[in-house]
């Protein structure tokens, strides 16, 4: 930690400074320059309440020089973390595909979709049973139901499932049927939310927030390392930005970004970011290129008649011409696919 | 609901869009341009799939003509919503202020926060027992022990208590102790918790996400209401820019805009909009001067010691002095403090 | 200037950085952490590049620790800059109103917006001969035929006269009608039309950019003084943002901000930030209750068949109501109006 | 032009609205519903002002159909538009590199960084000689003794050569030296330097300004064709958004997006964008996948002695390993290199 001293600071401000440091056990190391000095903090600062020197007479500012994420650093942990569910890894060499319809709509849809996807090459089939809607007057998702569709879905065609958990009432009941917990961009910064999947050994794959920063959607993932759940698959969605011709801001940047802090895996979902079926296949292979570990794809079998996200879902057919396409660009980063 | 059709759209196209709007049992008007076709839809909009037209053939766009929010509308309820707890009323001619500490840490600290809040005048005392942290290391809240120290708070000094409520499981205990409940901006979009809290019969007040738009806000209020609690205050706490200098920033435009949209009571943070002491006298004034209806500032006896939020915490003795100075801005715009 | 060492830093890497730092005749101050090494540097760094220090290895980041500008700051000039043009003061004890219409458009317009925001009370006369924008099919403005008019409203009404200039070619030309120079918020970082409107003896308007951060408009402040003028006077008119329902955010807290690092005159355009009149009264009220020392207003008598801006100008009977309104506000935060 | 009524609207309000566009020579078709009356307008819309529709009783928001860009827009204009310079085709099947120094410093430096990017096949060389910078202190580049070395280069090297313009004063200077103009992102709303780089018959690169949408990105193109000037080369530089660990974001959306709406050549500045060495590689690979036709890459054989933008410039060996790199990717999405 670094304390900035004020212009106006004077000789007693930063004795005040030092001593308060010093009473917490920790050591301070002086920089005086002409106009302002500045003040080294070296021990375990998490000891300090940052407030405490904030407020202090002719304390300017603090500077954090600490990643405030531990378990999730590539400091602490150099190597790639690879997550393997029922034998399908990621994170690791080959790029993962998750694909599926936005919503749990009726199993007829649902398996007509799972088949078609897994024979496109997709080794993980996504599919909401609660829906984090905007209105509470729309389609608010099947609930249980649902989940018994999508357990079968794993059954009968041995695709890994994964859905989406809004509730801290439903985690228990969503990781009984499911092989990975998704927690929504909505609920990035649902703390209990992130407890609660924190205690289930199942995988979770946690979108950002879309205002979030870098740091504190690791800080999310922190949230879920400490209590103990370490299978944390990081998917970016997009930001929030002026520009109203996109639903999201697809910031390609954040892809290695993370992986330069984080050994989690990380994964691009597209179809946020885009909001438009026509820039899926643009932002899946940028996304790879850019050294993402896989891809959630929305694909519906008639995106026309989807309960929602329809805009944005590929059809069974594009989805499996985007699979021939991305194979290429994989292969063009030393990625197999 | 308007349907814009794309300059490269032929005569089939829009036969196409009427018959799927007419076979829902709407009316379709159509203006035909030399260059694009406008079909306009009108009937229960709400019926049709924004996602069945957005992907025909010749479709450039939909462009909603009705706000998605009712309940919260001054549309349908054109006078000035007022919302009494015991004798305090928020969104009439006086302004209302909540002040407290940030997070409950005390009973002594507390009480003697309580005492000089309200002997400055607050009518509000607000105080969090469950704290939404960034970091899991960091200080997480006192719980029910904190909510009963509320109760007390209340008891003894006849201040109405409010507080904030995160998971869907603790809104009846936290209804049990307080008198008015908050929802927090990181869970605007918490949708399990909106419909928790609008089966309860206490107000709610409820914070902007910080990349929230109007709109959404609207919506997360709509939320509550469907469920029947009609007794929604929105705060405003400013919204995520690019600007580094502020925790947030604080558009006093969305105080006139959001009287102009709904009849609910607004108030403003200015504590965590500023995220600074040093501007919340500033910030304070302009809100009253903007219109808000009252607000919600964290006033703390000792900041440099408060577990969280201390920079951005007033003392007890600055509190007082804001009170003081506000009295006139209120006046300058006809409201009573 | 603090270098922040990375985790992987080793002591050659440390030693290095210090070689650089004592070569180019400064002094190193070092506070080692467990984790990190932190490198103060003292003496004149602007001799320094970062990019020499930001590439070496070992270093993660650079942090800055004195403010960029000089001139502009209130660092080095504590006390308020009051400008005054003709008898007309800017940044003292009295709010200052500059209104008029957003462009020239004839003679007799001009006259009759002019004679009535005089008779309301505004002090500078606003309105522009060159308009830029977005649309090249888009009016333009008069040029020099306006800047006469602009004149000839001075000497029969006695207003001061204020106009915007958008190229360098045109500032002597500009400065030869007009009392203050506008730069709009498009060319806040026109690098050469800032040193060219330095070069001018004249007052000079500077709008901060729609993305600009505080320190940037600080830092074109001092783009302008630092060729010899002084007498800027800063005007904010609100940022972009996400939110689609107004023009541009106006963040509030700008003013308190840009006050405490400036010594500078702050005044705020309430109707490029609101973008509707109807928004225009609640801005400027916030305005001067957050402490600006003028307001910036578009004011047409038939804004209706104004050129450009019609929606967000005031007729001159709704201005004259918003200058009664204010004097209330401007009192009570001690201001006379 | 859709003129959306509000809810208050009566039969009178809906009429005024009518004959004023009938007055105007256009047709107004009109949806009614429950609710709400939508006016169709039909005809030459340009004719009309909006702020004369926006303050008339009872309307509540006008909605614009067509693109305010003509000569830009793909609408007109269904195929690439490829330009040429000197044998160097950009917008073609092939991708077209641009690499070299931020500033120009000295012809030495000059000299060598061009010799080894034009070995490592980047087909143009960039660098300034009129260097925006944020500071007055900073470099502000050589001016014309930087244009003559650039001039030098191109007869030596018989690279194709373009640099920077911020001055409308210096355009036709510029153009004597160079083979393409380029326009800054702070530039890219300063109309009068757009419509100057308008009337040369030299390619103009433009850069988006970090908060400007694609649609004003497409009108600043505008401007530079209709003033005659058809070879606009639009190069995406990334957004400012709230993220702080980068330097822009790099939203990859914008290249399908651009594509999809105009003719014009799109390429990427990969530097400016990540501000980060580190980070050019992954973002370079991306813009290629998502569809861009070219680079235009910060490359400094000594980065550490870089005058400007150190940090984000590749030393030359590795921009000779981005372009090798690249080469698969470019064959991944059928493009030659």
Redesign the interface.
């Given at each position: 930690m670094?304390i900035?001293m004020g212009?106006e600071a004077d000789a007693n401000n930063v004795k005040a400074v030092i001593e308060k440091i010093k009473s917490a056990g920790l050591?301070a190391?002086?920089?005086?320059?002409?106009?302002?000095t500045?003040i080294?903090?070296?021990?375990d600062v998490?000891k300090l309440?940052?407030?405490?020197f904030?407020?202090?007479d002719g304390v300017d500012r603090i500077?954090a020089?600490?990643k405030?994420y531990k378990q999730a650093s590539r400091?602490f942990h150099p190597k790639n973390s690879v997550i393997e569910v029922d034998g399908v890894k990621i994170g690791g060499e080959k790029i993962t595909i998750a694909a599926g319809p936005c919503a749990i709509e009726s199993e007829e849809f649902l398996f007509s979709i799972a088949e078609s996807v897994k024979k496109s090459g997709a080794e993980i089939f996504r599919a909401s049973a609660y829906k984090?809607?905007?209105?509470?007057?729309d389609f608010q998702g099947m609930g249980e139901k649902g989940l018994k569709m999508l357990k079968k879905v794993k059954e009968e065609t041995g695709l890994v499932v994964e859905t989406e958990v809004?509730?801290?009432?439903n985690v228990e009941l969503v990781a009984k049927y499911v092989d990975i917990l998704r927690v929504g961009a909505?609920?990035m910064?649902?703390?209990?939310l992130l407890?609660e999947v924190g205690k289930v050994s199942k995988p979770v794959i946690l979108k950002n927030?879309?205002?979030a920063?870098?740091?504190?959607f690791l800080?999310a993932a922190?949230?879920i390392m400490?209590?103990g759940n370490h299978e944390v698959i990081l998917c970016y969605r997009?930001?929030?930005?002026?520009?109203?011709?996109?639903r999201n801001?697809?910031?390609?940047?954040?892809?290695?970004?993370l992986k330069?802090n984080t050994h989690l895996p990380v994964i691009v979902d597209p179809s946020h970011?885009?909001g438009n079926?026509?820039?899926i296949e643009?932002?899946s292979?940028?996304?790879?290129?850019?050294?993402a570990d896989g891809l959630l794809v929305e694909v519906h079998c008639n995106?026309?008649?989807?309960?929602?996200?329809?805009?944005q879902s590929l059809t069974t057919q594009k989805f499996d011409s985007l699979m021939k396409n991305l194979k290429?660009?994989a292969?063009?980063?030393d990625r197999k696919m």
């Amino acid at each position: 930690m670094i304390i900035v001293m004020g212009k106006e600071a004077d000789a007693n401000n930063v004795k005040a400074v030092i001593e308060k440091i010093k009473s917490a056990g920790l050591k301070a190391f002086i920089s005086e320059g002409e106009f302002v000095t500045i003040i080294g903090v070296v021990g375990d600062v998490t000891k300090l309440k940052k407030g405490e020197f904030e407020r202090m007479d002719g304390v300017d500012r603090i500077v954090a020089v600490m990643k405030p994420y531990k378990q999730a650093s590539r400091d602490f942990h150099p190597k790639n973390s690879v997550i393997e569910v029922d034998g399908v890894k990621i994170g690791g060499e080959k790029i993962t595909i998750a694909a599926g319809p936005c919503a749990i709509e009726s199993e007829e849809f649902l398996f007509s979709i799972a088949e078609s996807v897994k024979k496109s090459g997709a080794e993980i089939f996504r599919a909401s049973a609660y829906k984090p809607r905007s209105s509470p007057y729309d389609f608010q998702g099947m609930g249980e139901k649902g989940l018994k569709m999508l357990k079968k879905v794993k059954e009968e065609t041995g695709l890994v499932v994964e859905t989406e958990v809004m509730d801290t009432r439903n985690v228990e009941l969503v990781a009984k049927y499911v092989d990975i917990l998704r927690v929504g961009a909505r609920n990035m910064q649902n703390f209990d939310l992130l407890k609660e999947v924190g205690k289930v050994s199942k995988p979770v794959i946690l979108k950002n927030g879309i205002s979030a920063t870098i740091s504190e959607f690791l800080m999310a993932a922190e949230y879920i390392m400490s209590e103990g759940n370490h299978e944390v698959i990081l998917c970016y969605r997009g930001i929030r930005t002026h520009e109203p011709a996109v639903r999201n801001s697809m910031d390609i940047l954040a892809i290695p970004l993370l992986k330069a802090n984080t050994h989690l895996p990380v994964i691009v979902d597209p179809s946020h970011a885009a909001g438009n079926f026509r820039f899926i296949e643009a932002t899946s292979r940028a996304a790879i290129a850019a050294g993402a570990d896989g891809l959630l794809v929305e694909v519906h079998c008639n995106p026309e008649k989807a309960m929602c996200d329809g805009k944005q879902s590929l059809t069974t057919q594009k989805f499996d011409s985007l699979m021939k396409n991305l194979k290429a660009v994989a292969a063009a980063v030393d990625r197999k696919m």
